[in-house]
């Protein structure tokens, strides 16, 4: 626990150091929704799973609260999982509802970085493999907590590229007697901004 409030006193603190003072409390900038998605490269640390890919999607409220400083929580569908070593047929897929709520920093008007926390809830988990599949869901705790950093960049007002990297600081397996077995995702995609 004291390393996640470390973790984000970290983060604010950084974000708010690095934020330029502006005369204006608040930026001019209106609130702008939008949907993202992309690919997820997906593993569980200390285990005996390989990367997966994945899929995500969603979208996102992006709210500005300085000139160059701006918060911006997302709901996203996140597929997350491994294929076990040496048998590539065989794999956990597991599909996740994820809450990052990112705090963002423009470095230049269309490039940004970001960081914050992410609350994930488990929503299905099935093991594949040789033409079936079965139920573990109860096998894996429903509630992952992470911390994410990345980067994106937007082409246009509307249309953007952005990488993330969510490092998952909870357990995914219930009553996991050896070393934590944690989520990793990276994440690339393309956001769109109403």
């Not at 890919?53 to 569908?77: C, K, T």
């Amino acid at each position: 626990m004291k390393k996640i409030f470390l973790g984000l006193a970290l983060v604010a603190g950084t974000f708010t150091f690095a934020q330029k003072t502006s005369t204006s409390t608040a930026s001019s900038s209106p609130v702008r929704f939008g949907v993202k998605a992309g690919l997820n490269i997906s593993t569980i640390s200390n285990s005996d799973l390989n990367s997966k890919a994945g899929f995500y999607g969603g979208v996102f409220a992006n709210i500005p609260v300085a000139q160059d400083f701006s918060v911006q929580p997302e709901v996203l569908y996140s597929g997350l999982g491994g294929k076990y070593k040496g048998n590539s047929d065989l794999k956990l897929n597991a599909d996740y509802i994820a809450v990052p709520v990112m705090l963002q920093y423009n470095l230049i008007p269309n490039l940004y970085v970001e960081a914050g926390p992410q609350f994930g809830f488990l929503i299905s988990a099935k093991g594949k493999g040789n033409g079936g599949s079965v139920d573990i869901k109860d096998n894996l705790k429903s509630f992952d907590f992470g911390i994410g950093l990345g980067a994106g960049y937007y082409f246009t007002q509307n249309i953007g590229v952005n990488l993330r990297y969510t490092a998952g600081l909870s357990d995914v397996p219930k009553n996991n007697p050896g070393d934590a077995s944690r989520n990793g995702v990276f994440q690339v995609g393309l956001a769109y901004k109403f």
